[in-house]
Structures are given as structure tokens and as C-alpha cells.
């Protein structure tokens, strides 16, 4: 691993929604030391200008187009961001039951939802159908014959797509690249053809478009640009099958700034698809795309307290009181995130490693960082929008944290902290 070395004149990467004042951080218009000292750290803070300002930029790439933003919801799925988004216009790419259940107290359009995943069980095909989904994402034959059964049993046909498997290397973490031959996910592009044909052939489904997603914190246009003109070629070998498509869906996975990387900007990758689309000869479809982490992911910090400050041999420890029960990307995937004092000190900085108090080595969220620290400092852990909270589990009876949306000055609860009650709800012992 390289080392990295803190800024002090670093800038937060949720700016300009996260930022400065005469030396205090700031979501938008709130003051953070204060929000902590009424709410309790760890604190997950979004920032509701930030979502729009994201969803903003798609919607600017997209003009007069006909494109369908699809929000990639497993990103994050509290309620309040899943409200904003559909306020703005937005359609749900879903992963479960579960997540469908969200969109419709969220006030979110099913007829905007694409349904993806491997493994949808025979109720969430139920729930979908009944809900009026825009399409399902199919990645299986099995799963195919399935949906067309539950939907020939309701009396309805489902509306699918089928998920292409285009065999490209999306060049990030092995375990969030999905586009690769040896991915669960999809269905190879050389089989495509003949899975189109036998979907054709069900009384339970039809056929509206063509779908894949490569895989995630993709920062170049390169990857999808491959996968694009597989599926353009795919596009027409269906044209000559008199197989008609209504959409074509190319996914999530637009790369955010966590460190130094440069993100991938909606209009650098709308802007080249729109090219190659007006360029294929074919007639024209609606384009859906199904961004997760892009719309949230710089949204969002996760603050924390420390609690101690331990000085061995080998390192300096910050602990604090967030841990990989709260924020699991830097123990899943070993994912660098920023670390800013909330209240930054003049004086003798030292490289820490910032961990939490959960039993396991792998509960750290960052090492090697320059910080001036003293006991009871708070932290912010940046871009930490996407895939935090919905990640979080009560690993070693923790709480787990409140999530706060900030609008302006004013600031809400989105989710309270579970209680130490709630830990236990739903166990029982034996008579
Ligand atoms: C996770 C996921 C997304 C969103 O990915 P991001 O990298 O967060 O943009 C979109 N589509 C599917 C099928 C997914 O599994």
C-alpha cells in the first residue's frame, strides 16, 4: 500500500456542500462540532444541495435526450435521499424486495423501476409485478422460465431485459468489477442471442431492452465504450431476429473523488455514448443508466470522536468511536476515504492510523494519516455518502449511527441511532 500523507490545505472532497468556515467544517450552512454535541457521534450527514447538485449534472448531460436515471439505490437507501431523488425526477434501480418497498414510501414512481440482481425470489418478482416495474434485468436463463412463470400465474406479462455479461475489464476493485467473464453476474454476451430468442419464445415475458452494468468507481470512458459496442452489435443481430428494443441500460458505476482520482463526469461519458449512438445506424432508444455511488458518494460524511490516543513502538493508534460496523469499505475492499479534523489544530502533526474499538485487525479507516490530534477531536470520514450506512451492522452490539440530512441552515434526523434496546429486539431465549 502507498502511503498517504495529508494535506493540511487539503479541501474537502464533498466541496463546495462540505467546507471551511474561519476553521470549523461546515455541511452547507450547519456547523458540525454543534450538530454532534446535540446528536452524539458517529454521525452520518448528507447534504441535501449535494444530492441535487449531483442528480444535476446528469440531468445537464442529458439535455432534450431521451434518458432515464435509474438511482442505484443499494448505494444508499435511507428514505430521505431516496425522496430527493424522486422529487427530481429520477427512476430506482433495485436490488431486492426490500429496496422496492423503499421507493414506494419514498413516493417513487415503480413505473420507473428496473429490477436487477441474480438471486430475485419468487415474492419480489410477485411484488414487482403487482408494483407495475418499468423492466426486469434478468442475469439467468433459470431466473427467465421462473419470471415467466410467476407472471403467467398473475395473468400479466413482465417486462425484462435481459443483463449482457460484455466480458470488459472496468479496471477498478476486483470486487466491485461485475463485467468480467468470471463475475456471477449477467449473461455472457456470446450466449445473448439465443437467451433473447428463448425469452421470445415465453408467454410470460416480453422483451423491452438490453442491459448490462460493469462494475463500479470507474473513472475512465474506455470500459464502457467496449461495452457499448457489444451491445450495439447485440442491438442489431436482434433487429435481424425482429426482436424490438425499447431501451438499452448501461448501467451504474461512474467514479467519484475519494483520494486524487479524477471523476468520471456525466457529460465526458453522455457525450460519447450519445456519439456512438447517433453513429450505430440503428433507430433510437431510450437510454437508462443506473448510478449509484456518483449521485451520493461526495454527499455524505460519516464524523466521529476520538477516544484515545495510543502511541506504540511500530505506530500511533487514533481510536475512535466509528468503526467497520459503520462504515465497512476500508475492511471490504481496503477503500481509502479522507480524513479531515472538524476543527483542524496548529501544531505537532503525527502520522496516525484511525481505527475503531470492534475486535478484528481488518477495523481500520485509515492509516498513515498526518493529523494534529488530542483526545475527544472529531473527524469527518469523507465521500462516505455511498455505501456506508446501508453497509452498517451491529457487529459487537454497537448501535448503530444516526444518518442527518442538512438543508441550508436547517438540519434533519433522517434516521435515529438505534437504541441499545433495539439491539436485541426480536431475540428471545429458551423456556
Ligand atoms: C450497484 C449497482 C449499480 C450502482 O453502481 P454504482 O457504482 O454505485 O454507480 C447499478 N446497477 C447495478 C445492477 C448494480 O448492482
Not at 470549523?24 to 450527514?45: F, N, R
Not at 444535476?56 to 436515471?69: C, M, P, Q, T, W
Not at 470486487?175 to 415465453?202: H, Q
Not at 495510543?310 to 476500508?330: E, G, Q, S
Request: net charge negative.
Amino acid at each position: 500500500m502507498t502511503a498517504h500523507f495529508a494535506d493540511p490545505a487539503r479541501q474537502p472532497a464533498g466541496q463546495p456542500h462540505f467546507h471551511f468556515v474561519n476553521g470549523v467544517l461546515h455541511a452547507e450552512d450547519v456547523a458540525l462540532p454543534a450538530l454532534c454535541k446535540q446528536l452524539g457521534t458517529p454521525l452520518y450527514v448528507y447534504s441535501r444541495a449535494a444530492l441535487h447538485a449531483n442528480f444535476k449534472a446528469y440531468r445537464d448531460a442529458i439535455g432534450e435526450r431521451d434518458v432515464l436515471v435509474c438511482y442505484g439505490m443499494k448505494a444508499n437507501a435511507n428514505l430521505a435521499v431516496l425522496k430527493e431523488f424522486a422529487r427530481a425526477g429520477a427512476g430506482f434501480d433495485i436490488v431486492s424486495g426490500g429496496e422496492l418497498q423503499r421507493v414506494v414510501a419514498a413516493g417513487g414512481d415503480p413505473g420507473k423501476v428496473v429490477f436487477s440482481g441474480v438471486g430475485k425470489q419468487v415474492w419480489e418478482m410477485e411484488a414487482a409485478l403487482r408494483a407495475g416495474v418499468k423492466c426486469f434485468n434478468v442475469e439467468s436463463l433459470p431466473e427467465l422460465r421462473r419470471l415467466s412463470q410467476v407472471a403467467s400465474r398473475l395473468g400479466v406479462t413482465a417486462p425484462v431485459s435481459l443483463r449482457v455479461n460484455p466480458d470488459v475489464d472496468a479496471q477498478t476493485h476486483p470486487y466491485i468489477s461485475t463485467g468480467l467473464k468470471e463475475n456471477k453476474f449477467g449473461i455472457a454476451i456470446d450466449t445473448a442471442l439465443e437467451a433473447y430468442r428463448v425469452a421470445a419464445s415465453l408467454p410470460g415475458v416480453r422483451v423491452v431492452g438490453v442491459d448490462c452494468h460493469i462494475g463500479s468507481q470507474i473513472t475512465d470512458t474506455a470500459p464502457y465504450l467496449d461495452a457499448l459496442d457489444k451491445l450495439l452489435d447485440l442491438l442489431r443481430a436482434l433487429a435481424d431476429l425482429d426482436i424490438s428494443i425499447a431501451h438499452l441500460d448501461i448501467g451504474g458505476g461512474l467514479g467519484i473523488r475519494y483520494d486524487d482520482e479524477t471523476p468520471l463526469a456525466p457529460r465526458a461519458l453522455l457525450d460519447k455514448v450519445f456519439a456512438r449512438l447517433d453513429a450505430s445506424g440503428l433507430p433510437p432508444v431510450q437510454l437508462v443508466m443506473e448510478p449509484g455511488r456518483s449521485l451520493v458518494g461526495n454527499a455524505g460524511i460519516l464524523l466521529t470522536r476520538v477516544e484515545y490516543l495510543k502511541h506504540t513502538d511500530a505506530r500511533n493508534f487514533a481510536i475512535v468511536d466509528a468503526a467497520m460496523n459503520d462504515l465497512m469499505r476500508p475492511a471490504l475492499y481496503e477503500a481509502w476515504h479522507g480524513v479531515l479534523a472538524v476543527t483542524p489544530r496548529s501544531g505537532e502533526a503525527l502520522s496516525y492510523d484511525v481505527v475503531g474499538p470492534v475486535c478484528e485487525s481488518a477495523d481500520w479507516l485509515a492509516r498513515e494519516r498526518t493529523l494534529a490530534l488530542r483526545e475527544g477531536d472529531l473527524l469527518a470520514v469523507e465521500s462516505a455518502g455511498a455505501y456506508g450506512f446501508v453497509m452498517a451492522s451491529t457487529y459487537n452490539s454497537r448501535p448503530r449511527p444516526a444518518e442527518v440530512m442538512v438543508d441550508g441552515a436547517n438540519w434533519h434526523v433522517v434516521r435515529t441511532r438505534d437504541t441499545l434496546a433495539s439491539l436485541t429486539a426480536g431475540e428471545s431465549t429458551l423456556p
